[in-house]
């Protein structure tokens, strides 16, 4: 057994959880990604599979979800200006990510796929995209793996960048782009909400990705916390029960 001294000791070495804002776990996010973030129409209320999860993660730590919507491209440094304390926000997590942010461990697999209009069927995989414009979200995985058929397998196609992915979807639909690429989901979603409008090609050149919960690296006893209670979450089954409320049948 501790000493009451030692134990005190060991306490205080071990590092505090730091909040923006006492009693809150305050997530930054793109709030226009269905069906991982959304503004719920009817209700006008933030929705959506990461929704859900922050909620819960935030439930089982004693605390509120407090969620600030941002734009993509200042996600990051708004997690470095501790604007929020996580980012939660279909994330992959990539190693240049890494560099600047911690990840939980992963939440998701996902992987792009190229949406085009219905009556677009030239385009049958990457290759075919050769001459063609593409739209993507800047600086999301869509956009890298853009540039990086341009790059690395030679393929002349001319990227449109847009600061949101309902406006790249938007290029596609108004013939601004022949096609964007974007994560799975999203791309299911989009054709299911629009019968006939949009038409989904998978492609064995886009590889797996992983969703992590970014967590400032100044704060590794948040990082722990959350996986600590994203491990639970899916040991007990609330997982699947969020999962097949935005995915099931
Ligand atoms: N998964 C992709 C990435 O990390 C796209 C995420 C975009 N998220 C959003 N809420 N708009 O780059």
């Not at 505090?16 to 009817?42: H, M, N």
């Not at 926000?89 to 240049?96: D, F, G, N, Y």
């Not at 022949?178 to 006939?196: C, Q, T």
């Not at 990082?223 to 097949?244: P, Q, R, S």
């Amino acid at each position: 057994l501790l000493g009451c001294t030692q134990q005190a000791e060991q306490k205080e070495e071990k590092a505090q959880i730091k909040l923006v804002e006492p009693g809150y776990l305050t997530v930054g996010s793109d709030i226009a990604y269905p069906p991982f973030e959304f503004t719920d129409e009817k209700t006008g209320e933030y929705a959506g599979f990461d929704i859900d999860l922050m909620k819960e993660i935030a439930k089982r730590m004693g605390l509120e979800a407090k969620f600030v919507n941002t734009a993509w491209d200042g996600i990051i440094p708004g997690l470095l200006a501790h604007k929020y304390d996580v980012i939660c926000s279909a994330m992959t997590i990539t190693e240049e990510r890494a560099k600047q942010v911690d990840f939980s461990d992963p939440y998701f697999e996902a992987k792009q796929v190229i949406i085009t209009r219905a009556d677009e069927t030239d385009i049958q995989d990457v290759e075919d995209l050769n001459g063609k414009v593409v739209a993507v979200q800047q600086g999301t995985t869509g956009d890298f793996a853009a540039q990086r058929l341009k790059d690395e397998k030679g393929i002349q196609l001319e990227i449109k960048r847009f600061e949101g992915t309902p406006e790249a979807l938007m290029a596609v639909q108004k013939g601004d782009a022949d096609a964007a690429i974007i994560d799975n989901f999203v791309a299911y979603i989009a054709a299911k909400e629009n019968p006939g409008l949009y038409r989904i090609v998978e492609s064995d050149e886009f590889a797996p990705e992983y969703y992590g919960i970014a967590v400032n690296k100044d704060n590794p006893a948040l990082l722990e916390k959350i996986n600590e209670v994203l491990k639970e979450i899916k040991e007990d089954g609330t997982y699947d029960k969020i999962y097949n409320k935005w995915f099931g049948e």
